[in-house]
């Protein structure tokens, strides 16, 4: 079992920037994958980026170029910088970490971008 708690998100005006984190506990030695998905008003709820324990990423086209994954294996932590933001990345943002036969999500933190 896994276990993730988000820190990170809050309101920022558009071209802004934010950092959210998410940290990992339990059978952290199961994770192979961690990432983001998103999920606004009305919308389903959408890939934003994945990190694989070997470091490879992938990102939703909305987001390339602007968000940047990163994990430290250290801290069981991931994270994904977050810039030149847009009212459209307006959302709840759940953090997820794929193990073997399980995908665990975290509580979501609410980014708003706004002026």
């Known amino acids: 079992q896994v276990q993730l708690v988000e820190s990170g998100g809050g309101l920022v005006q558009p071209g802004g920037s934010l950092r959210l984190s998410c940290a990992a506990s339990?059978?952290?030695?199961?994770?192979?994958?961690m990432g983001w998905y998103r999920q606004a008003p009305g919308k389903q709820r959408e890939l934003v980026a994945t990190?694989?324990?070997?470091?490879?990423?992938n990102y939703a086209d909305s987001v390339k170029g602007r968000f940047t994954i990163s994990r430290d294996n250290a801290k069981n932590t991931a994270y994904l910088q977050m810039s030149s933001l847009k009212p459209e990345d307006t959302a709840v943002y759940y953090c997820?970490?794929?193990?073997?036969?399980?995908?665990?999500w975290g509580q979501g933190a609410q980014v708003t971008v706004s002026s």
């Open positions: 339990g059978s952290i030695f199961s994770i192979y994958a």
């Open positions: 997820h970490a794929d193990a073997v036969g399980a995908r665990s």
């Open positions: 990190i694989t324990s070997g470091g490879r990423t």
